[in-house]
Every structure is written in structure tokens, then in C-alpha cells.
């Protein structure tokens, strides 16, 4: 921060340097932009606009694609989705990235407000209509702290119910998952904490706060590792689905199509090379 | 989603089944709620505080902290925060914690507004009256897939120049200290990708999407496992710190002083036995 103060700093002089009236005026220690200011400042963002549509264009000249891909995935996407877009973005140089990581109900905001151009959800929205690609299953175990000592003479249940659990928080379908699975199948379970973020979960779980549900394909190096162990409990795993999602309204760019066309060409390919542990993951009885 | 309703339908039932009155109606294929039914709604949530209550009172009568602890963290503070909390958690099981993980902005927000008992930040935010406990060092430095060849002959700005730059969102510190630096050196940075969360960046550098400065704490498996690597670059390490801050103001808790109490006098062993190998690491030339 004060770093980035002295920088603009030493920026804006430089910016007024070339021109000979005052784009800022200090008026008893208040700033204040004057209408030339403020002239320059409106004419500098349409020339940056231009800049840019100008890279855009000449991409699009030279037979490249060019422009912005918006997705917003759930929180446990970020472990699968950037491997679905790097051949993308190696083929497109045109194409720039925006990918926001947040939990279920805020993609399905997005998503519906026509922020972005595609979701990556495990739990189609009802509400909206809306086109699929199916990417990948996604395998929910019951994990601990490799450190944590599992008495062999507890049945199952009793090994569930004994640590505290550490939940999603409310709006993930991590959460909603864990709840279903935890009613349905009547396990009490001491509820102790509340996580933002898988990550934090897994991060919280090694550190021994408790044990939680979570989707395998975000702690492969863990278990490799022995930082984490999954335990076998009646009932799990549970299994969803990353899907890709549109809405059926959307006019989409040539981006969004191009991107459609790659996944439906390499999807397979890239579930092969790049996750095979996953698929064929085995837990021992 | 499909299954939780079916959960609920069923509870539902069982829970009606208790009463000779009907607390739900349904009429022309709309779902009313009578006034019995919201009677018994707040009679029901009456009870549940009552429950809640009675659980922190005896855990109180019996000498124990019981209640809620309350901590929004940066991003990149989920890899430290759990290793500071286990402890406290462990002696003190009537303590509840709720962990929330977003940006820098969005933490001082929660802050301001009282919503929370500690923030966990690197930028001390100005416009607040906060006290503070210094955790950690956190250092940035230049991370590469590990499949990325570098090329011997280039200069160290022309490194950092050839690959696509991977920045967090606005209002994250990681960003801010990623563009200071830049601007600072005057290296020239392909920005094509921008992504929320210090795990999916480090996702998308593992895919070959690019390249990003990274906190060290992130991707000590992934340095170990040889799927990052680190190419030092002039300037970097950025270093910054973990603070956990709370308002001046604030009326703390007795959890919350306990807890402050906890950190100051476990804080240097808690580093020694769970952060070694940030503290020692040093990058060959």
C-alpha cells in the first residue's frame, strides 16, 4: 500500500509534466480535480479504450480470436478447471481470462445476472434454463489428519460422531451435501466449526481442528504425502458432477463457441492425461 | 439439493405428525404457512437458543470459555490461521469458530462493521484503530510450472517478461504487491488471466496457464513434488506479514482475550514446529 502510493506518486508527476496547466489542485489539504483534469482524465480512458479494441482487432485480423472469457466456478472447480482451459488459452493468445472462485449460490447470481460467460456448478440451478457440459465426477470422502489415531474397535458410526466437524460454509454444496448425508443416514455430528473455501477446510483438517467430507481431487498431494488419510464410513463417498454451464438465453461470443467446440473435442483427452489418479482411485476396505 | 428435499419432506411429516393442528397449507399448488405454523416456528427457534444457551452455560459453570469465535482472514492467511487456532481449540472445547476467507478488502470490511473478533491481514488497513499481533513472515516470490524450460540465456527481466502474468482480483493485497513491484522495476507484464483465490492461481500455474508471484507458504508440496518451481527474479522475494488485527474499540470477549493471550504466549513454538521449513528456505543462486 505505501508502496503503491509512492509509485502513483512519482506516476502522476511525470503525467503532468507534459501538459502546462494543473490536472490536480491541493486546496486546504483537500484534493480536488479542476474541469482540465478532468478532461484529460475522460479523453486518457477512451485513448486506452481504443488501445485496447485496437489489440483486440488486429487479432481478430490475423484470423486469431481476441476478447474476454468470464467463468465463475464453485470453491472445489479451481482443482479441475484451469487444466479444461490451458490447451484453450495456449491455442487463443487473444483470449484473456477471468475466472472468479466463490461458492454455489454466488456462481448461480452470476451466472443469472449475465456476468460471466459460463459457471462451473456441481448442482444444476433449477431455476434457470441453461445448457451442460459434463466434465468430471467429483468423490466426497470423510478425511482426517494423518496424525489422528483411528481405534480399530470403533464402529464406523461411533468413529464419525467422535471428532468435531468442520463445515462449508452456508451456500456451498459441499455444505448442502454433507447435511444430506449426515441426516439421511442419522450420524450426530459435532458441529464446531465454519470454513469458507475448501482450501481452508483441508488446511484446517491437517492442522487437527477436526475432520471434515471432502471432494478427493483437492488433497491428492496429502494423502501422497500423509498429511491426510480418508476414512471408510458407510455412505460415502458421495458423488456429484462439475458441469459446465450456460444459460440458454446467452448470445454467445465466437470465445464461448470456440471454447464449447475445444471441450467437447478434448475433454476426454484432458480427464486422461491429467486426472487419471482420480478415476481410478480406489480405497482400500 | 434433490436428496435435502427429500430429508425435509420427511421431517417435516415427522415433526406435523406431533400436532393435532396443521402448520403448513396448501392451496392452488402454493405452500402457506397458518398461524399456528409460524407460532410454533418461533416457539421451535425459541428453544433452539434456549438449547444453545443452556450448552454455553454449563460448559461456563464448569470452568470452560464457551461461545463463538469469529475470524475473517486474506486469502493466503487459510495456510497459517488453522495452525495458530488448533491449539486454542483443542483446550477449549466449548469454543465455536467461524473462519471466513476473501480479500483484503472484503476482510477490513468485516472488520469496520464489527462483524467479526479478529481479522488476519499483511496490509494493516489505515482508516482503522486496530491493535495487532504480528504472526508471520510472508514471502512472494516468481512461481513457474515445473514443466516451464527456461531458457539460460535470457536476461532475468526478459524471463519475467515472456510469460503470461497470472494476477488475483482487485482488492487483494497479492495484487497490489504484484503491481508495486512491477511498476516499481519498470518490467513490462502480459496480464491475460485475472483469478480470485491464491489457489486457483496456483492451479493455473501448475496447468501452464502462466506464471504469477506466489506467497511461499502455498506451495511448499508442490515445490517439494516438483510440480512449481521458483525462477528468481531482481526484486523479489516481496516480503510482507501476517497481522491478526482487532478493532481498538472492540469490547473483546472473554474467548477473545483468551485467545490473545493464547497467541502471545504460544506464537514463537507454534512457528517452530509448524513452519520450519518457511523460515530456513533459501533459493540457490
Given at each position: 500500500m505505501h508502496l503503491a502510493q509512492q509509485v502513483v506518486t512519482v506516476q502522476l508527476k511525470n503525467f503532468q509534466d507534459q501538459f502546462p496547466i494543473p490536472l490536480t489542485e491541493v486546496v486546504e489539504r483537500q484534493l480536488y480535480v479542476p474541469d482540465f483534469g478532468k478532461e484529460i482524465a475522460n479523453a486518457a480512458e477512451k485513448i486506452l479504450h481504443e488501445v485496447y479494441a485496437i489489440n483486440y482487432k488486429t487479432l481478430a485480423y490475423n484470423g486469431q480470436l481476441s476478447g474476454r472469457l468470464k467463468i465463475s466456478i464453485v470453491s472445489t472447480g479451481k482443482y479441475v478447471m484451469p487444466y479444461f482451459l490451458s490447451g484453450f488459452i495456449k491455442q487463443n493468445e487473444?483470449?484473456?481470462?477471468?475466472?472468479?472462485?466463490?461458492?454455489?449460490?454466488?456462481?448461480?447470481?452470476?451466472?443469472?445476472?449475465?456476468?460471466?460467460?459460463?459457471?462451473?456448478?456441481s448442482v444444476l440451478p433449477k431455476k434457470l434454463k441453461v445448457n451442460k457440459i459434463a466434465l468430471m465426477e467429483n468423490k466426497l470422502f470423510y478425511v482426517a489428519s494423518n496424525k489422528?489415531?483411528?481405534?480399530?474397535?470403533?464402529?464406523?458410526?461411533?468413529?464419525?460422531?467422535?471428532?468435531?466437524l468442520i463445515f462449508r460454509e452456508q451456500g456451498s454444496a459441499t455444505r448442502n451435501a454433507m447435511e444430506s448425508f449426515i441426516t439421511k443416514n442419522n450420524y450426530s455430528a459435532r458441529k464446531k466449526m465454519e470454513l469458507t473455501s475448501n482450501e481452508a477446510v483441508k488446511q484446517a483438517v491437517i492442522s487437527g481442528l477436526g475432520c471434515s467430507?471432502?471432494?478427493?481431487?483437492?488433497?491428492?498431494?496429502?494423502?501422497?504425502n500423509k498429511d491426510l488419510q480418508i476414512i471408510p464410513v458407510k455412505g460415502l463417498p458421495l458423488s456429484t458432477e462439475w458441469n459446465l454451464i450456460w444459460l440458454k438465453s446467452k448470445k454467445l461470443s465466437p470465445i464461448a463457441l470456440a471454447y464449447i467446440e475445444f471441450l467437447n473435442k478434448e475433454k476426454a483427452l484432458i480427464i486422461n492425461e491429467k486426472f487419471p489418479w482420480v478415476n481410478g482411485f480406489k480405497l482400500l476396505p
Open positions: 487473444g483470449v484473456d481470462l477471468t475466472m472468479d472462485v466463490t461458492n454455489k449460490s454466488s456462481v448461480v447470481g452470476s451466472l443469472e445476472l449475465n456476468e460471466v460467460d459460463f459457471a462451473l456448478v489422528l489415531e483411528i481405534k480399530k474397535n470403533l464402529t464406523k458410526k461411533k468413529l464419525f460422531e467422535q471428532m468435531p467430507i471432502m471432494p478427493l481431487i483437492g488433497i491428492g498431494n496429502e494423502l501422497s
